[in-house]
């Protein structure tokens, strides 16, 4: 199913209230990476060696587990991105025609997809600020028809480090967490405590739990147009503790409808354009939830397609 009746409507009056309360609330556009100038990973940067060693010692219980949802022309996708795959057999245009004495049938795919569909990584080219990206790169040096000049999921590394789950639901008592529901700082340290006080670590992947994926070919409607989600105080508090990447079951991991309505996506904007973090949407931990494991090793394998924003991927979360 396509969102766009849901998407359009919940973009235009967020812009149109930004278009009269933007003169009193201004946005520093600029924020350059403490990696200098020609830093494009962002805060991946902090996943060291000793990152991944203490990661794989986390592995306890001998599980592996996908977290990505299945993907098909179904998958709820914000406007207006959509997914269509056709199945060819070349040199085989008649049925039950074969290939050479072996007599050899295959297929292949043509896949035609917008990237940003499923469970998806959102690189660094991906939201700016007033048309200006991370490490204060202007919108010319990273747009291009044919592909991100900078920025681009070709440049993102084999990511391995200690993910962190936190099960909101737990938390807050509720199978599924309600839209609009924000999780700040007060909910984050709240949900670790409650794990056993756990803490988050400088190259950390941290992964919220809110059950808003039970909601998929259920009430695809409510799950397409709200959530519940990071809020902004939260955004710059898991930044500063220098976590790598960001992710959640929904599909925007911040709250929707936003904190403030005129500030149009901004939690993107913080992790995204100021501090370099990486943000996975679509991602499923419920195996781990119900085993009540909340740290494991994860790993982050995006497809290196020169130029592109995002990435249809699958990480495995092992335990």
Request: aromatic share 8%.
């Amino acid at each position: 199913m396509n969102f766009k009746r849901f998407a359009i409507p919940l973009l235009a009056g967020a812009c149109l209230l930004t278009a009269f309360t933007g003169k009193a609330w201004a946005y520093e556009k600029c924020h350059k990476s403490k990696w200098g100038p020609n830093d494009q990973i962002g805060a991946l940067n902090n996943i060291t060696q000793d990152n991944i060693m203490a990661a794989a010692k986390l592995i306890k219980k001998g599980k592996s587990m996908r977290m990505g949802i299945e993907t098909n022309a179904k998958t709820p996708a914000f406007a207006p991105r959509t997914y269509s795959v056709t199945i060819v057999r070349p040199g085989q245009d008649y049925a039950g025609q074969t290939l050479g004495s072996t007599k050899t049938n295959y297929h292949d795919d043509i896949l035609n997809t917008w990237v940003g569909i499923g469970t998806q990584l959102d690189g660094l080219g991906h939201i700016g600020i007033d048309n200006t990206y991370y490490n204060c790169t202007p919108g010319t040096e990273v747009t291009g028809l044919s592909g991100l000049k900078k920025f681009g999921i070709e440049t993102v590394p084999a990511v391995a480090t200690r993910a962190v789950l936190l099960d909101m639901t737990a938390l807050m008592g509720k199978d599924i967490i309600p839209e609009g529901t924000a999780f700040n700082q007060p909910e984050i340290e709240a949900a670790l405590k409650r794990q056993g006080n756990m803490k988050i670590n400088k190259g950390d992947i941290v992964i919220f739990y809110t059950g808003w994926h039970k909601l998929l070919g259920v009430d695809d409607k409510r799950n397409g147009s709200v959530e519940p989600g990071l809020g902004v105080q939260g955004a710059r508090y898991l930044a500063s503790l220098g976590v790598a990447m960001i992710g959640s079951d929904t599909w925007a991991l911040e709250v929707i409808p936003f904190e403030n309505p005129g500030q149009v996506f901004h939690v993107h904007q913080i992790l995204l354009a100021e501090f370099g973090v990486f943000i996975l949407e679509n991602v499923v931990a419920e195996q781990a939830i119900k085993d009540k494991v909340y740290e494991g090793m994860i790993t982050v394998a995006p497809h290196r397609t020169t130029g592109s924003v995002q990435a249809i991927v699958n990480p495995t979360f092992i335990y």
